[in-house]
C-alpha cells in the first residue's frame, strides 16, 4: 500500500471556478465542490508527495498556515468521496481534533480559511441533464418539453 496519497484521475473531470474546484464523477454521477484549501491539497496528492510536505506547500500558496491534521481530514474525505486511487488510512496521533469544528477550535479563527471543505452533490445522469425538447419533436410526457410546451398526442406543442 503506498503510503502518500494520489488523486484518482480516471473518469473525473475537474474545473477550476474562481477560487474552488469542481470535480464531477463520471463513474459515480455526484460532483464535489472543493474550497481553495481542499482544491490545493487535492492537486498535491501526486502519489510521491508526503502529507508533511502537502502541508507545507499548501501554507506557501494559500499564505496561511495549513496544519497536518486539515491535509489528514482532507485526504479522509477524500477517501470517503472515492477521490483518491486508494483509500488511506489516519494514523491514529492525527484523529484527534479530525472534525472541522475541533480543527478551527485548535487552530484558531486565523486559520480557519484553511480548514478543507469538499461538498458533494448528486449530480443528474446524462440522460437526466438532456435539454429539453422544442415544439414538434416526440415525447411521452410534458416533462421532456421545454418550458412552455405540452406534450400533446406525442409530441412537444405551445
Known amino acids: 500500500m503506498n503510503k502518500f496519497p494520489r488523486a484518482r484521475k480516471d473518469h473525473l473531470i475537474a474545473k477550476h471556478v474562481a477560487q474552488e474546484l469542481l470535480i464531477y464523477d463520471q463513474d459515480r454521477d455526484k460532483a464535489y465542490c472543493l474550497n481553495p484549501s481542499a482544491a490545493r491539497i487535492w492537486a498535491h496528492c501526486d502519489g510521491k508527495t508526503p502529507i508533511s510536505e502537502i502541508s507545507r506547500a499548501v501554507t506557501r500558496e494559500l499564505t496561511v498556515p495549513v496544519d497536518e491534521r486539515a491535509v489528514w ?7 470517503k468521496d472515492r477521490l483518491l486511487e486508494e483509500k488511506l488510512t489516519v494514523p491514529t496521533q492525527m484523529r484527534q481534533g479530525m472534525n472541522r469544528r475541533e480543527l478551527a477550535r485548535a487552530l484558531g479563527l486565523a486559520a480557519v480559511v484553511a480548514i478543507p471543505v469538499v461538498t458533494s452533490i ?8 438532456a435539454s429539453c425538447k422544442q415544439s414538434g419533436v416526440a415525447c411521452m410526457s410534458d416533462a421532456e418539453c421545454c418550458i412552455g410546451l405540452i406534450c400533446n398526442n406525442g409530441f412537444c406543442t405551445g
Open 73 to 79: 481530514l482532507a485526504i479522509a474525505q477524500f477517501g
Open 122 to 129: 448528486v449530480a443528474p445522469t446524462p440522460a437526466q441533464a
